[in-house]
């Protein structure tokens, strides 16, 4: 049975930290390129970071130098380490395949307060 059960969200104040994790199971994890959305109230979902089977990474500007993407193969675990919160970067938080998306999991809330 596929599965993405993320979690480590929670309220925070601007400028504080959290790091989300994402479990996955019921597929071949370690050659998927995984990413991590995030969709605000009235907002699209939106791409924000990526990383590969080799672990390289990619981001969207608006995290850029602020969020660190990573995975670990042998535990079918990607991670998101997010420093300098904002309030903008307040959202639900989800893990997906970068394509042939799965089921999408019930995501974890990250509030950042001003």
């Known amino acids: 049975q596929v599965q993405l059960v993320e979690s480590g969200g929670g309220l925070v104040q601007a400028g504080g930290s959290l790091r989300l994790s994402c479990a996955a199971s019921?597929?071949?994890?370690?050659?998927?390129?995984f990413g991590w959305y995030r969709q605000a109230p009235g907002k699209q979902r939106e791409l924000v970071a990526t990383?590969?089977?080799?672990?390289?990474?990619a981001y969207v500007d608006s995290v850029k130098g602020r969020f660190t993407i990573s995975r670990d193969n042998a535990e079918n675990t990607v991670y998101l380490q997010m420093n300098g919160l904002k309030p903008e970067d307040t959202a639900v938080y989800y893990c997906?395949?970068?394509?042939?998306?799965?089921?999408w999991g019930q995501g974890t809330q990250v509030t950042v307060s001003s």
């Open positions: 019921g597929i071949t994890f370690s050659i998927a390129t």
């Open positions: 997906n395949r970068e394509i042939y998306r799965l089921a």
């Open positions: 990383v590969r089977s080799d672990g390289s990474a």
